[in-house]
């Protein structure tokens, strides 16, 4: 059983004339980081709340952790930070943190003992006093991120986690996210920072205009099959003639020399060809788009498609 | 647990808006009033004199009257007076909870909306009871200490006002959760409160009006709607401890505040945010 599922998850609103998620069918495994693409406006943040009863679908259903979403009992395991979230601005954190977990059933003695260590996870607890009006964005998205723990969720879902987050912050809770991970929790992200879900996703999936159009393994998305960038000093130039004569197409993108070769073999063939030259080769890698290059390609694609 | 930790955080929001702290001070003060003003000496068992505000009160009237008149006074106040306070103290609550951003990570808490709804209704009444009661209560023991004279009808009063302002507030949560908005859902339910003695007097507008349709809407209304002006007669007999002949207006009004519970419950657990 995956944590979550969806199907045929359809959303119209305005009476139908605005369509928002349209025949969703997704499947979320168990302890990974998931990532929800796309453009806005294209039903993140309407999938997201669907899952979590603040909005009801037109058409189809979904389980989490094996309950229906129209049962709130579906919620006992979740936690969640909304986008744009508002907290009572007259509570303090430490306050936050005890009337959340209260109302996710969170008793007051664990509140007691779980409240100051993710205040001090969430670099809040010189600040668990203060009223939280005071607190910049950022020191609230913290907050918020504690909120969604408050619980000690299976499932997490966090819509832009890391807004308004400066850089340090930013890396603090990904590796908060890491290590929730790392503990078994399913993460489920909604965010437009692509560098930041390359670093920490499993998997991603990409909506536009309401469908999902592609999902899968990060790695796969960004690895190019064959394709290495190799590292050569001095006149690289050189290598133009000498892969031509090996049959390998060479190209140069962004300061960086790629080669296209058939398989293992093609390439190791090549590597000898160069040594036998005299050549010095400083690195053969991989090479692999970013996770941004092939998001654009792929709504570019649909977007050629569509026209 | 859960409901109870939306009724305290609505206690916090009266607290952190200084309502809570404005019903308490002026309660505070009745009952500071009623402990100085008042002065009353008993020699031997009977009084020999009575003052209020350092008036001296004529030997002709009872003692007995004097507080079942103090008494009424203060209910009808209360009834009144304390009821606009109340509506007006309490109408941002619903809607401050809808807010975007907030009612979200409410919702995704394990709890139904119908849960989510109570919690906070109970939370507005709970305060206001909670000032009622302390008034009611506290002025009813100066008067009773100071006089003899322990009239348990006055306890009522409290029960009283504080039914009439569950029944309000049950149509104040219906608006607020249709339309969204604290100032016009307070008018509104300000037009119904003093739509009754309206309504009561509904034979004389018939009497003006042609079309036998006026007489079926007015009285469809007048039976639909909360009777603010009969509750508050019930209210002063309870505590004039008089024979009340009629609880049609009690239980109607209950009624109504119950349908518009219900519906907005109903309507809340339908609401896409």
């Known amino acids: ?307 | 647990m859960k409901l109870l930790a939306i009724i305290q955080l609505t206690f916090r929001e009266s607290w952190a808006k200084k309502t809570f702290v404005a019903f308490f001070g002026l309660s505070t003060l009745v009952c500071l009033l009623f402990i100085f003003a008042l002065n009353l000496d008993i020699v031997d068992g009977l009084k020999s004199s009575v003052s209020l505000f350092g008036k001296e009160i004529p030997e002709l009237v009872e003692i007995r009257e004097l507080v079942l008149g103090i008494e009424s006074a203060l209910a009808v106040f209360l009834f009144t007076g304390g009821l606009f306070m109340s509506l007006f103290a309490t109408s941002g609550l619903i809607t401050s909870f809808l807010r975007s951003g907030n009612i979200e990570l409410i919702i995704s808490k394990p709890l139904s909306r119908f849960q989510i709804l109570l919690g906070r209704y109970l939370g507005a009444v709970s305060i206001v009871a909670f000032n009622v009661f302390y008034l009611v209560l506290f002025s009813w023991l100066i008067l009773s200490i100071k006089t003899g004279i322990w009239n348990w009808g006055f306890l009522l009063s409290g029960i009283m006002i504080v039914l009439t302002f569950a029944i309000l507030y049950a149509l104040m949560t219906f608006l607020s959760v249709v339309i969204n908005s604290a100032a016009f859902s307070l008018m509104i339910t300000y037009a119904i409160l003093f739509f009754s003695p309206l309504l009561l007097q509904r034979d004389r507008i018939y009497a003006l009006l042609s079309g036998k349709i006026y007489g079926v809407l007015l009285d469809g209304l007048y039976y639909f709607l909360p009777k603010t002006t009969e509750l508050a007669d019930i209210t002063r007999l309870l505590v004039q401890g008089s024979a009340v002949t009629s609880w049609m207006a009690l239980w109607s009004s209950i009624l109504f505040g119950i349908f518009m519970f219900g519906v907005s419950s109903y309507i809340f657990s339908r609401k896409n945010f």
């Open chain 1, 1 to 307: 059983m995956n944590p979550i599922e969806t199907n045929d998850l359809t959303k119209y609103y305005s009476g139908g004339k605005v369509q928002a998620l349209e025949g969703v069918n997704l499947q979320v495994g168990g302890a990974q980081i998931f990532s929800l693409l796309g453009p806005n406006g294209a039903g993140k943040t309407t999938l997201m709340k669907i899952l979590l009863g603040v909005c009801f679908p037109t058409r189809g259903s979904a389980r989490i952790l094996g309950k229906e979403i129209s049962s709130h009992w579906s919620h006992s395991r979740v936690g969640y930070l909304a986008e744009n979230h508002r907290f009572p601005d007259f509570l303090n954190a430490w306050q936050v943190l005890y009337y959340y977990g209260k109302m996710s059933g969170v008793d007051s003695v664990t509140l007691k003992e779980r409240i100051p260590r993710l205040l001090d996870q969430v670099k809040l607890e010189n600040w668990e006093k203060e009223r939280i009006k005071k607190f910049s964005k950022g020191m609230l998205q913290r907050l918020g991120i504690a909120q969604a723990l408050i619980n000690d969720p299976d499932i997490l879902f966090l819509d832009e986690p890391t807004d308004g987050i400066d850089p340090i912050g930013r890396r603090e809770v990904r590796d908060l996210l890491l290590t929730l991970k790392n503990q078994g929790k399913t993460i489920f992200l909604n965010s437009h920072l692509l560098s930041e879900v390359e670093r920490v996703s499993d998997e991603v999936a990409i909506l536009k205009n309401g469908r999902l159009i592609q999902k899968g393994r990060v790695e796969e998305f960004i690895a190019v099959k064959d394709t290495y960038e190799i590292k050569i000093p001095g006149a690289a130039e050189d290598l133009f003639p000498f892969c031509q004569q090996l049959n390998i197409e060479l190209h140069q993108k962004n300061g960086k020399y790629l080669i296209e070769v058939d398989d293992a073999q093609h390439l190791n063939h090549f590597i000898d060809r160069l040594r036998e030259k005299d050549m010095i080769i400083q690195a053969i890698i991989p090479h692999k788009i970013t996770l941004e290059d092939f998001f654009i390609e792929v709504i570019e694609e649909k977007e050629g498609n569509s026209n």
